[in-house]
């Protein structure tokens, strides 16, 4: 059963690759949907996939890339948009 979750990271979550890392993890993982860096510093990111993949996913978000420095990551469960892959959204 694929799960849709909207994702916000807080912490120092731009400028170290935190959105091309999400891509190549979920790539991976098989989820789909998208990253998109949001203007207050967080990162805002759309995901699809079943429990596992999400799961093995919020574990990576929590992490993120090396120079990441993650404080905190929110979870909402929301409706299916059916991604057909993973975008990194530039502005």
Same mark, same amino acid.
């Given at each position: 059963?694929?799960?849709?979750?909207?994702?916000?990271?807080?912490?120092?979550?731009? !400028? /170290?690759?935190?959105? *091309?890392?999400?891509? #190549?993890? *979920?790539?991976?993982? !098989?989820?789909?949907?998208?990253?998109? %860096?949001?203007?207050? !510093?967080? /990162?805002?990111? +759309? *995901? +699809?996939?079943?429990?596992?993949?999400?799961?093995?996913?919020?574990?990576?978000?929590? +992490? !993120?890339? @090396? =120079? #990441? @420095? /993650?404080?905190?990551?929110?979870? %909402?469960?929301?409706?299916?948009? =059916?991604?057909? =892959?993973?975008? /990194?959204?530039?502005?």
């Amino acid at each position: 059963m694929t799960t849709h979750l909207k994702i916000t990271i807080k912490g120092r979550v731009q !400028g /170290v690759f935190y959105r *091309a890392s999400t891509k #190549a993890v *979920a790539d991976q993982l !098989g989820v789909k949907g998208i990253v998109k %860096n949001l203007p207050d !510093g967080d /990162v805002f990111i +759309e *995901a +699809e996939g079943d429990k596992m993949s999400l799961g093995m996913f919020l574990d990576w978000c929590r +992490e !993120g890339p @090396e =120079n #990441a @420095e /993650v404080t905190s990551v929110e979870t %909402n469960e929301g409706e299916l948009k =059916n991604y057909r =892959n993973f975008e /990194v959204i530039k502005r």
